[in-house]
């Protein structure tokens, strides 16, 4: 295999929570290096949360939420807020190729670290930054976390069942504005080996959630439709949903399509009488229309079984079935550990953790996870020292003054 996709790239990650950092954790899996900027006086959110049955938890080391977000990152600690910490942080990026930013529009210029002020010291300059509602338009300065963005995309009106409220659901938002951060720096990094270019990108986070729901936006353009929430129901499908199995909470999702697929489910289920039923099984409308009844025929099926039993039954015969799993099963179902998609990391502080690699696999560039999230500042001397040459004592001096903190 050849060596990483995104090798010799050097990203300045001043972004915090999950949105921004697993941007730079993508493209730390091709090979770049992502050089985290945070500091003591504006903790990130992750940091805070342990989820460790354990006595030593000190409030900034031992967050698996925060590894998870920042895999593979060298970590520095910057006090931005501050002269000295601002003309550090310009220095960072005169050595690197791209920004990653997500505060809210124009806080980075406040502190003198805006778009134009980078393109000064780095005139070929990538940036992201990704807020709530983009850099224009009248609610540019609201705040904003996952639930919200879901709210204004208009995902959550659509999320959740006919007769209940919206689901605002969370952290599915971040992953979604995550990954088309770091599509929209692919192609401008891309636009740069071409044209020698940089460039600024200005990301919505609630725009990102509205690129999810287009065919529902275009009914209403087209028909004047705007659709409701519909639980596990699709549109053309059924049955489709999540019916409950044997055992506790314990569930399978089953989606069939076609006339032939549903012969094959009432195949595996014993040809029982109800579902040869031509007036309300025989085709794909009847068995919409009849959805209901439908679904409490399946569950009284499916209740007999366990889910994996249903799964190996059901795939066996052509029908699209798949259990519900929890953590545990994702973490030690035999296809998950095939594909390796979870791997083991050590952490200084946590010790070995199974974190999430990339859920990709290439042929000649290799990708993966390298190493654990960082530690507060674990990289000072490294970066400050070996990148920007800077002597020891000053940096010590620096510390002192917590303008690296």
Not at 30 to 56: C, F, P, Y
Request: with cysteine; aromatic share 10%; proline share 4%.
């Amino acid at each position: 295999m050849g060596k990483q996709a995104l090798k010799g790239i050097r990203i300045a990650d001043f972004s915090w929570i999950w949105a921004g950092p697993y941007a730079g954790t993508l493209l730390s899996f091709l090979g770049a290096e992502v050089i985290k900027i945070e500091s003591r006086v504006r903790i990130d959110q992750t940091r805070k949360g342990t989820m460790m049955d354990t006595d030593n938890f000190d409030g900034l080391n031992y967050s698996p939420t925060f590894n998870n977000a920042n895999l593979n990152k060298l970590g520095v600690s910057l006090d931005i807020k501050t002269a000295e910490g601002a003309e550090l942080a310009k220095k960072i990026v005169s050595q690197c190729d791209v920004v990653i930013a997500n505060m809210r529009p124009g806080k980075m210029e406040k502190l003198g670290l805006g778009y134009e002020d980078f393109k000064k010291v780095k005139p070929d300059i990538i940036m992201v930054e990704s807020s709530g509602f983009g850099s224009t338009g009248p609610y540019k300065s609201f705040a904003g976390f996952a639930p919200i963005f879901a709210s204004f995309g208009g995902l959550a009106y659509l999320t959740g069942y006919e007769d209940g409220e919206p689901n605002v659901m969370s952290g599915v938002q971040d992953m979604r504005v995550g990954t088309l951060t770091a599509f929209t720096l692919l192609a401008a990094l891309y636009h740069k080996k071409k044209t020698g270019e940089g460039q600024y990108i200005d990301i919505s986070s609630s725009e990102c959630m509205s690129s999810l729901i287009g065919p529902e936006l275009m009914d209403f353009t087209m028909n004047g439709r705007s659709k409701k929430r519909c639980g596990n129901d699709d549109e053309i499908m059924a049955p489709h949903g999540v019916y409950r199995c044997k055992g506790d909470d314990k569930w399978i999702s089953i989606a069939v399509k076609t006339d032939a697929e549903w012969a094959a489910l009432v195949n595996a289920m014993g040809n029982p009488a109800w579902a040869l039923d031509g007036e309300k099984y025989g085709n794909a409308y009847s068995r919409w229309k009849n959805r209901r009844e439908l679904d409490g025929h399946m569950e009284a099926w499916t209740k007999e079984f366990s889910h994996y039993e249903l799964m190996e039954r059901l795939q066996k015969d052509g029908v699209a079935a798949m259990p519900s799993f929890d953590a545990e099963e994702i973490l030690t179902d035999p296809h998950t550990k095939a594909r390796e998609l979870f791997v083991p990391v050590e952490h200084p502080r946590l010790g070995e953790q199974i974190v999430m690699g990339p859920a990709w696999k290439f042929s000649e560039t290799p990708a993966g996870v390298f190493k654990a999230g960082p530690n507060i500042g674990e990289d000072n001397f490294k970066v400050f020292g070996g990148l920007l040459g800077m002597k020891e004592k000053e940096i010590r001096q620096l510390i002192e003054k917590k303008v690296i903190y």
